[in-house]
């Protein structure tokens, strides 16, 4: 999961917590205090109290849409929420008070399940929203000064109309009401006007969508707009995939996210016991075809997340292709295995807890504040007896260290283009110029890691991206480097499927139904 980390945390080798990205607020808010000053106030003091209470405005739209505001300018990230709608840290509610000035009713079940609807299907088809809205203003430049509070307010209906498929009006008198409440009459009126407009041009079949035709350049900006992604990632994965496949990745980055559990062996844990807790709480699942510890739930997981079994350490959250990744690294009792970017720290505690209870994973980080909660999950699953956490750079600690093994995994930092079903919000946080910065990372960690590699041992080199330029080329160009590797083909560890023809492991979303990922094993023969 190294993607979750800015770019920059990478970039240095000193020591230092996660940074949180700076709120930022674009020129359209500039002509409107209202909501900007106090916005502002409610994400970076939380002392700044209010107690109003207003039972008339739709609590789920209301969390909604500051979430959407923290997401896109306080740097939250669009994960799910918990049974208490809490999200970074404070009570989704307390920011409702501190950035809007009122609250609402307490939020249940319900407002939980369309907040995390809502958060997320926003903020996939932003792209998308953006265009109808800014076809639906008087002109270009009223879309582009609107306040930031106001344009959420207008996605969240948009989305709810457009991809929700809500009764229209109901839709419409909510977030006029919001509009009114959290900003000023006048703005309610302008929710009012657009968000009729589009129910009559949906009604009318007639949404200002833009065709797909021209030449390249233009056809990708056409399905960048038609299904919400960057230029950029359109144009990258027509020229890997093909017009076709890129569009099929699209759809399913744009799909309702899965998620698998994986049973905690090392608590004595089996499949069959979490199944049977999921039964009992009546949560829909499938057990994964290719993983012997791991269950796949669509739906349910907030019912997961409330029964505690993640609290107690009983099961984790993690996707089946990280967990085949470890099955690439193949830990066996009694073997000493590096992690060299470890935090937060799945593949880790799986490893782990595949030595059952002999061996070591000796895991490095660069981030003190991620180690720090790796150790203290470490603990609750029962591993802690196997894993040892490293507080360094990788680069900085292979030249100092005389440490070897057998085995060294790196889950190298990448851009995370295989997890953006789950991650919403990443498509929009890169950029093409972090591909090269990456790379250029990547074979820094690569030709530290090597170090670390026993004769006769092997390097294990992975990401969460699907991307050819930072897998195979980077495998490529390492071997160039260091002709003392070879590829040692995965076949024997994850099922064919899996197996690409030079060897590699490779988990193809739109294939595989899972999140992308890649492994290379890499013996050093010297």
């Keep these: 999961m190294a993607h979750l980390l800015p770019l920059r945390v990478f970039l240095s080798s000193q020591t230092q917590e996660t940074p949180s990205k700076p709120l930022k607020l674009s020129k359209r808010s500039n002509n409107h205090k ?83 609807d809502i958060v997320g299907g926003t903020i996939r088809w932003r792209r998308y929203l953006d265009h109808l809205i800014g076809s639906l203003c008087h002109d270009e430049s009223m879309f582009r000064s609107m306040e930031p509070l106001l344009l959420q307010i207008l996605r969240i209906g948009f989305y709810e109309i457009v991809k929700l498929n809500m009764p229209p009006y109901a839709v419409v008198d909510e977030n006029v009401k919001l509009a009114k409440v959290a900003l000023r009459p006048g703005a309610g009126n302008m929710v009012n006007g657009i968000l009729r407009k589009l129910v009559l041009v949906k009604e009318n079949n007639s949404l200002p969508l833009p065709k797909l035709e021209g030449d390249s350049r233009a056809q990708a900006r056409a399905l960048a707009t038609l299904y ?196 919403a919000d990443l498509r929009w946080n890169r950029r093409l110029e972090d591909i090269e910065q990456l790379k250029n990372l990547q074979d820094e960690l690569l030709d530290a890691a090597s170090t670390l590699v026993s004769s006769g041992g092997v390097l294990i080199y992975g990401t969460c991206s699907i991307d050819p330029e930072e897998n195979e080329d980077r495998v490529e160009a390492f071997l160039v480097r260091h002709p003392e590797f070879r590829i040692d083909p995965v076949n024997r560890y994850v099922p064919s499927d899996f197996v690409t023809k030079q060897g590699f492991y490779f988990s193809d979303p739109v294939k595989h139904s899972l999140d992308g990922a890649f492994a290379a094993r890499l013996v050093r023969t010297l």
């Design 34 to 116: 209202t909501s900007i000053s106090t916005a502002k106030k409610g994400l970076l003091s939380p002392s700044h109290k209010m107690h109003k209470l207003n039972l008339e405005v739709s609590p789920h739209r209301a969390v909604s849409a500051v979430r959407l505001m923290r997401i896109e300018f306080g740097g939250a990230f669009a994960d799910l929420l918990n049974e208490k709608g809490k999200g970074s840290g404070d009570n989704e509610m307390g920011y409702v008070e501190r950035t809007l000035g009122f609250r609402t009713r307490d939020l249940d079940d319900r407002d939980l399940r369309l907040v995390t």
């Design 228 to 423: 919400s992604h960057p230029v950029w990632m359109v144009r990258r994965w027509t020229k890997y995939l093909g017009q076709e496949e890129a569009i099929l990745l699209m759809m399913w980055n744009n799909s309702d996210p899965s998620f698998s559990l994986r049973a905690n062996a090392a608590k004595g844990i089996t499949r069959d016991d979490l199944v049977m807790q999921l039964n009992s709480l009546k949560v829909p699942h499938e057990v994964s075809l290719h993983l012997d510890d791991f269950v796949r739930v669509k739906i349910g997981l907030q019912n997961v997340i409330r029964a505690g079994l993640l609290k107690e350490g009983l099961c984790s959250v993690q996707d089946e292709s990280a967990g085949l990744v470890v099955s690439v690294v193949d830990p066996q009792p009694g073997e000493d295995i590096i992690d060299c970017c470890a935090a937060p720290g799945g593949k880790t505690l799986y490893m782990a807890s595949r030595l059952r209870g002999k061996g070591k994973v000796h895991a490095i980080d660069i981030n003190k504040g991620r180690l720090r909660i790796l150790k203290e999950t470490a603990k609750l699953q029962k591993v802690d007896g196997v894993v040892d956490t490293v507080h360094a750079d990788l680069r900085t600690f292979a030249e100092n260290s005389p440490m070897k093994s057998g085995k060294v995994l790196l889950d190298a930092p990448c851009s995370g283009l295989g997890v953006l079903s789950k991650r």
